[in-house]
């Protein structure tokens, strides 16, 4: 197995929520000596130093400056979540005084039938009262906890002719018999080793136990859980704390909540990114026009995976702009701007991946297909500047159990370590030197 992909499925494993996989990208970013800062507290930052600050534990953005001053920021975004279901907050449901169930709401859009039929688990967070502060705690029940049964084919014939899904009638989890009543709160308290009457809060999700596999004629694919978008979260950290910055500030953002719009205090539609980048000028000492300039001249890479053609439905994707697993990077193309590479981003990014000797893809959405978004274009909503859309293309987008090319995860660290070590230097508005 390659050592990327063998990285990435035990990443996976770490990472069973967003506050999770926030978590494994701190204990990378501690392993290599980066600082935590905290937002409520002024921002001590200095020339030559590494830091990264988190927002709600489940967005994460760090940043390592350079000796000397710096000129502009090089950004690689992604997301932390993935689509799932939260428990809501009273969840635990006798039903016919014989089973306990779990009372759950969608997050996100799933491909429900994939949530059927399979071991899965509970994580998330916790707020236990410890003394007289509230303090959050990871929670992990870390076993086959529930399981979502479907109904057998005598009593549903149209399940394989187009079943429409009732989330709260169909999705519900099974937990235990009735006598298990009670179980839940006690579980998460053991989970987070804390007292149940001490958990006076819990954003709590379902989550898909079965491991990683590489898999194909040639061990050509490997599927996992949450690959959209850990995938390139994980490759935008490798190659964040690979790069060495030189005169510019590499960043590494990592946004929550990309699945439901972004519109929260921590995802990409909020002021975490513009605070933090603007607090780290301020702190070296630049004043607000300076912050502007610097800005202007900084460039984004909102990384979110992308789809390869699916081999039973062809039909599905352009002509002309079509993608494969195992090809590359996908620069992201949309004429209505739901994907922010237009003329100049698409030059740059593809400028540094043929130097780095990265293939890259383009992919468009079929004219008549309506497609996804990403968090590129929100994000610049906030702070604006010359952004590309990429990812890698990836099989079966939102289901449980996603599928993507083994050779890929290397194309993304290497892309994106030569888009963190290069110098894109803006010469004038449309007018850029690459060093
Ligand atoms: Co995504």
New binding site residues.
């Given amino acids: 197995m390659k050592k990327s992909v063998q990285n990435f499925i035990r990443f996976i494993s770490a990472s069973p929520s967003a506050f999770h996989a926030v978590q494994s990208l701190c204990d990378m970013l501690d392993a290599k000596g980066f600082a935590r800062l905290d937002e409520h507290k002024p921002f001590a930052v200095v020339p030559g130093g590494k830091y990264y600050v988190t927002r709600n534990r489940s967005s994460v953005i760090a940043f390592a400056i350079p000796e000397g001053g710096l000129s502009h920021f090089q950004i690689a975004a992604s ?1 932390s979540d ?1 689509p799932t279901f939260k428990l809501k907050p009273f969840s635990e449901e006798v039903v016919c005084s014989k089973y306990l169930r779990l009372n759950v709401e969608r997050y996100g859009g799933m491909i429900m039938s994939t949530w059927f039929d399979r071991p899965l688990s509970i994580a998330g967070r916790a707020v236990v009262r410890e003394g007289g502060r509230l303090v959050t705690r990871l929670v992990d029940l870390g076993r086959d906890a529930v399981l979502i049964p479907n109904m057998p084919i005598h009593f549903n014939r149209e399940v394989n002719d187009g079943y429409k899904y009732n989330a709260q009638v169909d999705l519900l989890p099974l937990f235990g018999g009735a006598d298990a009543k009670g179980a839940l709160a006690a579980q998460v308290a053991e989970a987070c080793g804390a007292q149940a009457q001490d958990i006076v809060g819990y954003d709590l999700f379902l989550y898909n136990r079965m491991p990683g596999s590489v898999w194909g004629a040639q061990n050509e694919f490997f599927s996992c859980p949450r690959i ?2 850990l995938e390139c979260a994980y490759a935008s950290a490798e190659a964040f704390l690979a790069a060495v910055p030189q005169g510019h500030v590499n960043v590494l953002a990592v946004f929550d909540n ?2 439901v719009g972004s519109g929260t205090k921590q995802g990409a539609d909020s002021s975490f990114l513009a605070d933090v980048l603007s607090r780290a000028c301020a702190a070296l000492g630049m004043d607000e026009s300076a912050q502007r300039a610097a800005f202007s001249a900084s460039f984004m890479v909102s990384a ?2 992308a789809h390869a053609v699916h081999p039973n439905h062809p039909e599905k994707y352009d002509a002309d702009n079509r993608t494969f697993m195992n090809g590359g990077v996908v620069i992201k193309h949309n004429a209505n701007q739901k994907y922010t590479t237009d003329a100049v981003s698409c030059a740059i990014f593809s400028q540094i991946c043929s130097a780095a000797g990265v293939p890259v893809q383009q992919f468009s959405n079929r004219s008549d297909v309506l497609g ?1 978004s ?1 968090l590129g274009n929100i994000a610049n909503a906030h702070l604006s500047m010359n952004t590309v859309d990429i ?1 890698l293309a990836q099989l079966a ?1 939102h289901s449980a159990y996603e599928t993507a090319g083994c050779e890929d995860l290397d194309h993304m660290i290497r892309a994106l370590t030569a888009f963190y070590n290069a110098q894109i230097e803006t010469c004038a508005d449309g007018e850029y030197l690459l060093g």
Avoid: A, I, V, Y
Wanted: avoid cysteine; hydrophobic fraction near 10%; glycine fraction near 16%.
């Fill in positions: 997301h993935s959209d978008d990309e699945e979110d995976n996804g990403t990812g987008m």
